[in-house]
Structures are given as C-alpha cells and as structure tokens.
C-alpha cells in the first residue's frame, strides 16, 4: 500500500514557466512534508520543507501549498530555468521515529 | 564539513557472497538509515535507526541487515545478495528536525 502519491511521473515546462507537482498522503500521523531536488549521480538533498500546521511556505522561486483535510500538498516552481531540470521527491515523515515514505519522484525538463 | 559518506561507491558482485556497504556521517545525527531507490519505484525505505543499539524494519527490508554499534556508523549488510537486489542505495541521517542529509550513493550490481 503506497502511502504517499505523487504526480506527474515527468513534466515538461517552458523556461519561464510555472511547475507544479503534487502529492497525496495517507496516514495522519506523518507531522514533516519535505521536497527533495536530485540531480543525476548524487543524492537528494532537501529543498523546501512544511510542517501541517502551515498551510504554505515560499522559499525563493518554491512554494509548498499544504491542505491538511485532503491530506494532499504540492511543490510550485515559479519562472522555472533550465537549471531546476531535476528529479523532485515529495516525503511524508514522522519525525520521531525516524521513518520517512517517499513519492515515486518526478522528472523535471524545463527547456529553454 | 557535514556529510554522509557512503563506500563502495560501486560494485559489482556474484549471487550468494556477502558484501557490506559502510555509511558514516559526522553531525551528531541521532536517525539513521537506509534507502534503495529503482526506476519508477521512488525511495524506499530498508531499515532505520533511532539510536546507538536501536534499529527497526523499514518498507522492503527483506534480504538485509543492519547494525547501529556507534552513533556515527550505520552499516548495511547483504548476507546473500540476489540479482533483484540490484539497486541504488542511499544512506541518509536526521536530527530531531527531520530533514534527511543524504549520501552520494551505492550503485550495486548482482550477477
């Protein structure tokens, strides 16, 4: 049973454009809702992250929108460059107990 | 500098010979723990660790196995590694906040 849902699978956006990716979770209990950027060979490293009892938070060019009653959230990226081109994983976390789920990422091409 | 180091970085190995894949990280992390990523697939998670001598079964922790002897040091085992077992693992740690700092990465190959 896969807790947290994430779409698209890939995207496709004009530079300039806006991003948006979205995820679904499950389980209540989760209290920690991170993005994760990966670039090819290396590891995720963490983005902009949200906590439930926000309903969002703008870093820079990304906005996470948190809706706490369709437990859903979603990654905006604004005047997106070709530099963003990247896998984004969205997670749900229960943070003291150390377990994170992941979505199955989505790959991002913003072309020039 | 703050990391997760992970080694090998990659390795091919043969059906049945056990290998380990060492992560250790240098900022104090309390949590610990061990992901595979596969196309398609995400992230999932294999086993995690709260602390020194505590460890708990993550989503697909099956044909793996784990030790927490030292804060810093979280070691993924392979007994009998099979080919399905062919993966991208990554070592991640977290303190209290919650933000995972990840390694670069284990590419294994099973034959």
């Known amino acids: 049973q896969q807790q947290v849902k994430q779409s698209p699978q890939s995207l496709i956006v004009q530079k300039g454009g806006i991003s948006i990716i979205n995820c679904a979770y499950e389980?209540?209990?989760?209290?920690?809702f991170p993005w994760y950027q990966q670039f090819p060979g290396k590891g995720p490293a963490l983005l902009i992250a949200?906590?439930?009892?926000?309903s969002e938070k703008k870093e820079g060019r990304f906005t996470i929108s948190f809706n706490k009653s369709a437990k859903q959230f979603s990654l905006h990226i604004m005047d997106s460059q070709p530099g963003d081109s990247a896998t984004y994983f969205c997670a749900a976390s229960i943070t003291n107990a150390g377990k994170s789920t992941f979505g199955d990422g989505t790959t991002l091409t913003v072309k020039p | 500098e703050a990391q997760v180091t992970q080694n090998p970085r990659y390795l091919i190995t043969v059906t049945g010979k056990k290998l380990t894949v060492t992560c250790s990280q240098n900022?104090?992390?309390?949590?610990m723990s061990w992901y595979r990523q596969d196309p398609g697939l995400g992230l999932r998670q294999i086993y995690y660790?709260?602390?020194?001598?505590?460890?708990d079964k993550g989503d697909v922790p099956e044909g793996y196995k784990v030790s927490r002897k030292e804060k810093r040091n979280f070691p993924l085992i392979l007994e009998s590694p099979s080919p399905n077992q062919t993966s991208l693992y990554f070592c991640?740690?977290?303190?209290?906040?919650?933000?995972?700092?990840f390694g670069e990465g284990s590419r294994l190959t099973v034959l």
């Open positions: 389980n209540t209990a989760f209290d920690y």
């Open positions: 660790s709260m602390n020194v001598e505590v460890t």
């Open positions: 900022m104090n992390h309390e949590y």
């Open positions: 991640a740690s977290s303190g209290v906040g919650g933000e995972l700092f």
């Open positions: 949200i906590r439930p009892d926000v």
